[in-house]
């Protein structure tokens, strides 16, 4: 709800809107698009990391002990994309995990290609920073 309205306010500084009730719908709808998409990638990652695991024929507590390892980078990762500003984060997750290259980025946000780049090398500096002892 946040970044929905978020999002509305920022448009609402950008430009008139003809039909407030209708860009508020497809605001959100974006917003919750972007959102499942985020947490069904992080549930895919996770499911990868303990399937590739659990399919080792290795001694149960080394499994037990790289699934603690993995849900602990995965969550370092995650808190890392969270402290993302609000437009750095939509680059980074429209770019990482949607593939979408930075032209197609810059028009569905309404940005320069220059200033998705930007973004994403924002993104992934402080991803690098906040992973370093993991990665």
């Known amino acids: 709800m946040q970044e929905t309205y978020l999002r509305l306010i920022k448009a609402l500084n950008r430009t008139e809107i003809e039909h407030p009730p209708i860009f508020l719908?497809?605001?959100?709808?974006?917003?919750?698009?972007?959102l499942g998409k985020r947490r069904r990638f992080e549930a895919d990652l996770f499911r990868q990391v303990t399937d590739v695991h659990l399919a080792s024929g290795v001694d149960e507590t080394i499994r037990t002990e790289e699934q603690v390892v993995a849900r602990q980078q995965l969550r370092l990762v995650a808190a890392a994309i969270d402290e993302l500003p609000p437009r750095c984060r939509e680059v980074f997750l429209l770019s990482?995990?949607?593939?979408?290259?930075?032209?197609?980025?810059?028009?569905?946000?309404?940005?320069?290609?220059?200033?998705?780049?930007?973004?994403?090398?924002?993104?992934?500096?402080?991803?690098?920073?906040?992973?370093?002892?993991?990665?």
Do not use: P, Q
């Open 25 to 34: 719908f497809f605001v959100a709808r974006n917003v919750a698009n972007s």
């Open 96 to 135: 990482a995990f949607d593939g979408l290259a930075n032209g197609e980025i810059g028009a569905r946000l309404g940005i320069s290609r220059n200033m998705v780049e930007k973004h994403l090398m924002k993104a992934l500096l402080h991803t690098r920073r906040r992973c370093a002892d993991f990665f």
